[in-house]
C-alpha cells in the first residue's frame, strides 16, 4: 500500500445504496459479479488521482487524497464508471488535518467524512464546507445547512453536479445537544439501544454516573432519527428535583402550550429524558403519558430502574478494551499533538475500569504527565479504594479519579472548581466572574482539565462532576455567600432584561431568559427556603413575570409568584403590586377571570395609593384585561381610556399602543369596523415606533381584519402575509394562527374555495397542537368562513382541503400562505 498522505488530507467514504436488496434482486452471483466491478472502478479512478486506500468494510471504502481536487475528479470518474452498472453508490468527502498514528488516522475528520456520506443517496456526491473551500464551486450544489448524525454544529454541504435526489438524511425537527467532543466507539452498545428504541416504547439506559448514559442516548436518538418524523427531543433534568415539573420541561422542550396529551396525541416522536433517578416518583406519570400517546416512544437516562409496565432496561456497560484506549488517545492527542500512544494506555484504561468519564479526565493530564507516571500516581489513589463492600467498583474508581483530578488542581482552581456548582444549566462567563470570582485563565484551565465543558458562549459541569464540586463547596463553608451572590447576579439580570422584552431585542432577550431559566429557578428555590429573603425573592419572581407571560406557560409563573406573594409580608408595597400584576397577567392567559380581577384590582389600588405613573399604567392595562375576560365591557372601556389618557401623558408609546389596541377590539367586536380600523391603525403607529415583534404581529393582525371586514380583501391579505414573513421564526405562533385564518376569508372573496379550506385547516390544526383557543373577533370569522366554505364547495371536499391543511407543520402552512403572494 502507498504511503497514506498527512497534513492535510482528503478523506472520500462510499457505501452502496440498498445492498440487502439489490442482493436478492440480483442473486448471489450476479450480484457478486456487480460487486466486484463496482470495486475495481471505484479502485481505478480512486488510485488514478492519487487517492490511498486506507480500509475496506464491506460494500464500503475509505480512501484519502493528497489534494482536495483530486478526489473531487476521482469521484466524478468514479459516477460516471458505475453509469450503467446496477450499483448506486453514495460517496462524501472531507478534508481535514489528522493525526497520522501507526493504525492509521485518528480525530474527528475521519468520522465527519463518514457521515456526510450517510446522510446522501446513490448516485450522490456530497462535500463539505472544508473541502468545498479547496476547490472550483462552480460544478458544486450548494445544499444549505444540514446537521448530521455525529450531532455537531450545522455545516454547509455541496453536492457534486446539479443531479435531483431526496432530502438528505440529516438531523430536523430536534434539539439534541451538541456534544464537545464526537462519539466513539460503542457500535454494539448503540445497535443494541437503537433496536430497542424500535422495539420498546420505553427505553431505560441504566448505571452509575460516568458510564456514558447521556451521551450513549444522545447518538441512539440521532441513529434512529428517521423513523421520527415529528422529531426528536431532549428533556434535560440535571436542574430539576420536583417529580411535579418534569411535564414542564417536556413542554419546554417541545414548545407546547396545552396539555401534552393534546399536545402529543397521535404523533411519531422520541423523547430523551435525561437524569431521571432525580425526579424517580414522575415515572408513573411517564406511562400515563404514554398511554394517552400511543406513538411516543421515550428514552431515559437513570442511575435506577423506572419499575413500570412495558420498561425495556438497558444496564450499559463500561467501554470495550480497545474502544476505551481509542478515547483516551483521541482526547490526549486533542490535549497534546506530540502525544505518541504506548502500552501503558491499556493498563491505564483497565485501572479506570474502562469508564468514558473516568477515562477523559485522566487523559486531560498528557500535558504534563506521561500514560506511565499516570498509570503509578493514579493508580496508588486506585489502591485505597479496593476491597470496600458496599459502592459499586465503578462508582468508586470514578469518584477516585475525579478526587485525584480535584487533587492536582491548584488551591485557586479548587476554590474556582467548587463554587461554579452553585450554577445550574450552564453560565456565562460573565456570571462566573460575578458570582465566583473567576478569571478567564483558571476556567480556561479547567476546561482544558475535562472538569468543564465550554460550548459557544456557555460553560457547565457534567452532572457527576457537579455533584463532587457541589461537595467541595459545602465543605469550604462558602456555599451560603455563594448562593447568595448567584441569587443577586440572576435577581439583577431579571430586573434589567425585563424592559427589554419590550423593544425590537424581544426574541434576544427572551432566548436569554430561556438559557438562564434553571438558574433563576436555582435562585428562587434558594430565596424561598429563606424567609429574610422575602423581598429579593419578590424582586426575582416580579421582574419574571412578563417572559412567563410570554412564554405562554403560566403554570410555573403562577407557582412562584403565588409562593412568593404568600412570603411578601413585610415587603414593599410596590413589589407586592408587581406580583398582583404578575399574577392577574397569567390568570388571564389561563383563562381564570376570578382570579385575574382579583389580583388586578388589588394591585392597582396599591398603585394608585403610590401614585407611581409606570406603575399604574401597568396595573390600569391588567384591571381592563381582566374586566374583559370577564365579560365587563363598560369597566374595560373606560380603565383602557385612563390608561391611554396616562400613556399620553407620560409618552409611552408601548402601553398607548396596547391600550389602543385593546380599544379597536372593543369597536372591532361591537361591529364598527372603520372606527376599529382607525384605532388599530394609530395603536400600530405607536408600536411601530417600540418595535416590540409580538405586539407588533398583534397590532398588525387586527389592523388587517378590520380591512378584511371593510371589503379590502387585497390590502388585508397583503398584510396578513407580512405578518406571517415576519414571525415565520416560530416565537410566536398565535399570529401565524389569526393570519392564515384570515387568508382563508380573503381566499373565497378571490374564489378559490379549495385554497382557503386548505388555510382554514392549516390554521386549526397548529391551534390544536399548540393549545391555542380561537377566541373574540377570530372565533367570529372562523365561524363565517366555514359557512361560506360550505356555500361554495359541498362537505366532503371542504372536509378534505381542511385535513390536508391541519397535516401542515408551521413552516409548511407560512409557505402554503406566503405562496399566493408569489403567484
Avoid at 72 to 87: D, F, K, T, Y
Avoid at 142 to 155: F, M, Q, T, W, Y
Avoid at 315 to 331: G, I, Y
Avoid at 735 to 751: K, S
Wanted: aromatic share 6%.
Amino acid at each position: 500500500m502507498r504511503e497514506l498522505p498527512s497534513g492535510t488530507v482528503t478523506f472520500l467514504f462510499t457505501d452502496i445504496e440498498g445492498s440487502t436488496k439489490l442482493l436478492h434482486e440480483l442473486g448471489a452471483a450476479a450480484y457478486a459479479h456487480a460487486l466486484a466491478g463496482h470495486r475495481r472502478v471505484l479502485r481505478e479512478a480512486f488510485g488514478a488521482k492519487g487517492g490511498v486506500e486506507v480500509d475496506t468494510q464491506g460494500d464500503a471504502f475509505f480512501f484519502a487524497f493528497p489534494t482536495a481536487p483530486g478526489a473531487l475528479q476521482a469521484a466524478a470518474e468514479a459516477l460516471e464508471g458505475l453509469a450503467s452498472a446496477p450499483i448506486r453508490v453514495r460517496m462524501g468527502i472531507h478534508t481535514g488535518t489528522p493525526h497520522l498514528a501507526e493504525e492509521g488516522y485518528v480525530g474527528v475528520d475521519v468520522h465527519r467524512a463518514a457521515r456526510i456520506a450517510a446522510c446522501g443517496h446513490g448516485g450522490q456526491v456530497l462535500v463539505s464546507a472544508a473541502t468545498a473551500a479547496l476547490v472550483d464551486t462552480h460544478g458544486l450544489s450548494d445544499l444549505g445547512e444540514h446537521r448530521l448524525k455525529d450531532l455537531s454544529a450545522p455545516e454547509r454541504i455541496y453536492q457534486l453536479g446539479s443531479g435531483d435526489f431526496p432530502p438528505l438524511k440529516s438531523l430536523y425537527q430536534t434539539n439534541l445537544p451538541v456534544p464537545a467532543t464526537p462519539f466513539l466507539g460503542r457500535d454494539e452498545e448503540l445497535a443494541i439501544v437503537a433496536t430497542a428504541i424500535a422495539e420498546s416504547r420505553l427505553v431505560t439506559l441504566t448505571g452509575p454516573g460516568g458510564t456514558g448514559k447521556t451521551r450513549l442516548a444522545i447518538q441512539a436518538a440521532a441513529e434512529v432519527a428517521d423513523a421520527f418524523p415529528d422529531g426528536v427531543w431532549w428533556v434535560s433534568l440535571t436542574p430539576i428535583r420536583d417529580a411535579t415539573r418534569v411535564r414542564a420541561a417536556i413542554a419546554q422542550a417541545l414548545q407546547a402550550k396545552g396539555e401534552l396529551e393534546g399536545q402529543i396525541g397521535d404523533k411519531r416522536l422520541l423523547l430523551i429524558l435525561d437524569n431521571f433517578e432525580q425526579v424517580i416518583d414522575a415515572a408513573t406519570d411517564l406511562a400515563a403519558l404514554q398511554g394517552a400517546c400511543p406513538n411516543l416512544r421515550l428514552v431515559v437516562t437513570t442511575r435506577e430502574v423506572l419499575q413500570v409496565a412495558g420498561e425495556h432496561a438497558y444496564a450499559v456497560p463500561p467501554l470495550k478494551p480497545d474502544d476505551a484506549t481509542q478515547l483516551f488517545n483521541t482526547r490526549a492527542l486533542s490535549a497534546r499533538t506530540d502525544f505518541q500512544p504506548g502500552p501503558a494506555v491499556d493498563e491505564l484504561c483497565a485501572r479506570l475500569e474502562h469508564l468514558p468519564l473516568a477515562v477523559e479526565l485522566a487523559a486531560a493530564r498528557v500535558r504534563v504527565l506521561s500514560p506511565e507516571l499516570l498509570l503509578d500516581r493514579l493508580g496508588q489513589r486506585l489502591d485505597l479504594l479496593q476491597g470496600g463492600r458496599d459502592a459499586d467498583p465503578r462508582q468508586q474508581t470514578l469518584r477516585a479519579t475525579v478526587q485525584w483530578s480535584y487533587d492536582l488542581l491548584s488551591p485557586t482552581e479548587q476554590k474556582l472548581f467548587a463554587r461554579l456548582s452553585v450554577f445550574a444549566g450552564g453560565y456565562t462567563l460573565e456570571a462566573a466572574e460575578e458570582v465566583c470570582e473567576a478569571d478567564l485563565d483558571t476556567l480556561a484551565s479547567l476546561v482544558e482539565k475535562s472538569l468543564l465543558r465550554q460550548s459557544a458562549s456557555r460553560f457547565w459541569m457534567l452532572e457527576t462532576i457537579r455533584e463532587f464540586a457541589a461537595e467541595r463547596l459545602e465543605a469550604s463553608g462558602e456555599e451560603p455567600e455563594i448562593r447568595l451572590r448567584h441569587a443577586a447576579f440572576f435577581t439583577t439580570f431579571a430586573v434589567e432584561s425585563d424592559p427589554k422584552l419590550r423593544t425590537r431585542e424581544q426574541i434576544q432577550w427572551m432566548t436569554r431568559f430561556q438559557q438562564e431559566r434553571n438558574n433563576i429557578r436555582a435562585a428562587l428555590e434558594f430565596l424561598a427556603a429563606r424567609p429574610e429573603r422575602a423581598e429579593e425573592e419578590a424582586r426575582l419572581a416580579g421582574a419574571c413575570s412578563y417572559f412567563w407571560n410570554l412564554s405562554a406557560d403560566p403554570r410555573e409563573g403562577r407557582m412562584r409568584l403565588e409562593a412568593a406573594l404568600t412570603r411578601a409580608v413585610d415587603i414593599p408595597p410596590d413589589l407586592k403590586a408587581g406580583l398582583r400584576s404578575g399574577l392577574a397577567q397569567l390568570a388571564f392567559l389561563a383563562g381564570d377571570s376570578e382570579s385575574a380581577v382579583r389580583h388586578a384590582e388589588e394591585g392597582l389600588r396599591i398603585r394608585r395609593e403610590l401614585g407611581d405613573d409606570g406603575g399604574l399604567l401597568r396595573s390600569l392595562l391588567d384591571r381592563a384585561i381582566a374586566a374583559d375576560l370577564a365579560g365587563d365591557v363598560p369597566t374595560c372601556n373606560n380603565l383602557l381610556q385612563e390608561c391611554a389618557d396616562l400613556a399620553r401623558r407620560v409618552g409611552d408609546r408601548w402601553f398607548l399602543g396596547l391600550c389602543l389596541n385593546n380599544l379597536g377590539c372593543i369597536a372591532f367586536d361591537a361591529g364598527d369596523f372603520t372606527h376599529s380600523r382607525l384605532v388599530f391603525a394609530e395603536a400600530l403607529e405607536q408600536l411601530e415606533e417600540v418595535g416590540d415583534p409580538q405586539s407588533l404581529a398583534n397590532g398588525a393582525t387586527n389592523l388587517a381584519s378590520a380591512e378584511l371586514e371593510l371589503g379590502e380583501h387585497e390590502r388585508a391579505a397583503a398584510r396578513f402575509r407580512s405578518v406571517i414573513e415576519t414571525t415565520r421564526d416560530g416565537h410566536f405562533p398565535e399570529p401565524v394562527i389569526w393570519c392564515l385564518d384570515g387568508l382563508a376569508a380573503t381566499e373565497i372573496q378571490a374564489g378559490d374555495a379549495e385554497r382557503a379550506a386548505r388555510l382554514l385547516g392549516a390554521s386549526e390544526g397548529i391551534a390544536e397542537r399548540i393549545g391555542y383557543a380561537v377566541k373574540g373577533m377570530e372565533r367570529k370569522r372562523h365561524a363565517d368562513t366555514l359557512e361560506q366554505l360550505r356555500e361554495q364547495i359541498d362537505d366532503g371536499r371542504v372536509a378534505e382541503a381542511r385535513a390536508a391543511g391541519a397535516a401542515l407543520e408551521l413552516a409548511q402552512a407560512i409557505e402554503l400562505a406566503l405562496e399566493g403572494a408569489r403567484t
